[in-house]
């Protein structure tokens, strides 16, 4: 079921299913997604789940902050959803630019968001370098160029020995951009650069935290991933091999595995 709301002052884009007896997934997409590019992976849920996802501010169907889609006005909107649609028991399952969005979630609200997922996403701040790279992105969206960008940028997000098997997914993700206002994603390119560093909050949370990691992954290479296991002892920790920044379309069933076992062993 799609349907609308409206969340911290704007319209956002949601799908619900399953009847949830057990426990609530909230799926929070990645940067230049949709909603529906979890389409195929919540199909995959067993029995019992409530699966909600949502286009998040700037993207898709949803509405934007005028200046800047900040952690902190995303994670209210997520409070926002929770309240008006009675959820409860929420695990959040972030892929890259969600699993930063779960950070601030569940810092501020750690009794609402009960676990976090990372699907192919970090706990760390921009550098200079990759700020000014967002600067260059902003440039490139407000100037008209932003499906430009995802040519680029989606298939970058495929193992290489993975893209002609995706191909059709990755033009279809590339042709969703079409639905983005240019200036929503250029919000939360703004929102993306402010973001803080959350390593030393992962490490102190009491709130069960996972990684999933792709060993292909261009935008998280393995040194990366492997840093911050050695950053984050107590979090838990899956390798999906021959898999990139999309490890959860590329090895579905590997991930839902995953998944399905670490929400299940949370109380």
């Known amino acids: 079921m799609e349907f609308f709301v409206t969340a911290n002052g704007i319209p956002i884009h949601i799908s619900v299913s399953g009847e949830g007896e057990k426990k609530t997934l909230l799926f929070l997409h990645g940067y230049l997604e949709t909603l529906y590019i ?47 649609l009675k959820l409860s028991n929420i695990h959040i399952i972030g892929h ?20 976090l997922t990372h699907f192919n996403s970090n706990p ?16 490139l969206v407000e100037n008209g160029r932003l499906v430009q960008l995802a040519q680029i940028a989606i298939p970058n997000m495929y193992a290489k020995q993975n ?11 590339v042709e969703m951009c079409e639905t983005h206002d240019p200036f929503g994603i250029s919000s939360t390119i703004r929102g993306l650069m402010t973001r803080e560093d959350n390593v030393e909050f992962l490490r102190s949370t009491s709130t069960p935290i996972m990684f999933i990691f792709g060993d292909n992954d261009n935008y998280l290479p393995m040194d990366r991933a492997n840093e911050i296991v050695a950053s984050l002892p107590k979090a838990k920790y899956h390798f999906i091999n021959e898999s990139g920044h999309n490890s959860f379309i590329e090895k579905p069933s590997e991930v839902m595995n995953a998944l399905t076992i670490f929400v299940e062993s949370i109380q």
């Open 38 to 84: 979890w389409d195929d992976f919540r199909s995959l849920l067993p029995a019992g789940y409530k699966s909600v996802a949502i286009d998040l501010p700037g993207h898709g169907l949803s509405g934007t902050h005028s200046q800047c889609n900040d952690m902190k006005f995303y994670s209210d909107v997520l409070v926002s959803i929770a309240h008006k």
């Open 96 to 115: 890259s630019m969600g699993g930063y969005i779960g950070q601030r979630a569940i810092k501020e609200y750690p009794d609402l968001f009960v676990s």
């Open 124 to 139: 760390y701040a921009d550098n200079p370098d990759k700020k000014n790279q967002r600067l260059k992105e902003i440039e």
């Open 163 to 173: 893209l002609r098997k995706f191909d059709e997914k990755i033009h279809e993700t």
